[in-house]
């Protein structure tokens, strides 16, 4: 039993949950209800089973990704934390890197059923990108000054942009009604991608501010560590003004389409937290502090995709 503990915790298994929920609520409460007016002519090509394996391939690939990343990241953990450790404590790293090719590899054949029954090419060329980007954030781009901070929130953005890609039929985009709806589907693959973008970017950064000292000794060049605390803090907070300002203007349009719920739902659950946040971050000093932020950040990232049922039930 502890061996399974241990192997849920390299795996992060509450962020392989995110994952899942993120996607099963765009796909039935938006993706689904964007098409329902198409059938029969244009039924949803991304049936239900095809949607479950391509949730599924998403958690093996972001699994892989989270065990190949603490795999090299060993040395720099037992600084950052020690008292969480499970490669070469609780599984071998020898076990850990054998995990990664069979969770990626999985993960690559799913994506090429998905696309051989979606007649498209781009859901096992996306999967076969993610396994070797996350291979190369691991071991050179997470060291480097803000490319695997932004390769990260790509990555987070890209499992909602893939259930919109899945849906495009070339045969079909000369339809004015089929572009009017994939359109829409658009609208809200961006909004939420967007979002899922800009609050992964502000987490990454603030969770290097929080690793410093590890990452420090073992020659990371982080922004923290490069241009310093507070150049990072206004980085992040100048994304977290540009978030919340985004935020207010879609409550504005939302308030004229679906009514004063949404507007009431972003206000408590995202817009005041997020001035919350903003605040912290400033007065933030101490590794504690940084944590408690970037646990509150993805509390932000869950009510935002939560307000899903929001759109879906008004």
């Known amino acids: 039993m502890q061996l399974i503990g241990a192997f849920f915790r390299l795996v992060r298994w509450p962020n392989l949950v995110f994952i899942l929920l993120t996607q099963h609520l765009f796909y039935y409460f938006i ?31 972001a699994a892989a990704g989270y065990i190949i990343n603490d795999y090299f990241d060993l040395n720099i953990d037992r600084v950052n934390k020690p008292d969480k450790l499970v490669v070469d404590r609780l599984i071998k790293r020898r076990w850990t890197i054998i995990w990664h090719w069979i969770l990626s590899g999985l993960g690559v054949l799913l994506g090429l059923y998905i696309s051989w029954k979606l007649r498209n090419p781009l859901v096992v060329l996306s999967n076969i990108g993610c396994v070797i980007l996350l291979w190369f954030y691991s071991t050179t781009f997470k060291r480097k000054l803000l490319i695997g901070n932004v390769l990260i929130s790509l990555l987070t953005a890209w499992v909602i942009l893939v259930l919109y890609l899945c849906e495009i039929r070339p045969s079909a985009l000369q339809d004015p009604e089929y572009t ?103 007065q933030a000093q101490t590794k504690k502090d940084y944590h408690l932020l970037s646990g509150a950040i993805k509390g932000v990232m869950l009510a935002g995709i939560l307000s899903m049922l929001i759109i879906y039930f008004t």
């Open 31 to 61: 993706l689904l209800p964007c098409f329902a007016g198409q059938q029969p002519v244009y039924p949803v090509l991304l049936r239900p089973i095809l949607f479950y394996l391509l949730a599924f391939s998403s958690v093996l690939i």
């Open 180 to 282: 009017r709806v994939l359109a829409r589907l658009f609208k809200f693959a961006i909004v939420y991608a967007g979002f899922a973008f800009i609050s992964s970017l502000i987490r990454e950064v603030v969770k290097d501010i929080e690793d410093m000292e590890g990452d420090a000794r073992y020659g990371c060049r982080t922004m923290p560590i490069v241009w310093g605390v507070n150049v990072a803090k206004v980085f992040a907070g100048t994304w977290v003004v540009v978030l919340t300002g985004s935020l207010v203007i879609i409550q504005v349009y939302a308030l004229q389409r679906m009514g004063w719920p949404m507007v009431v739902y972003g206000v408590i659950l995202l817009d005041l937290p997020l001035t919350w946040i903003l605040r912290k971050l400033y």
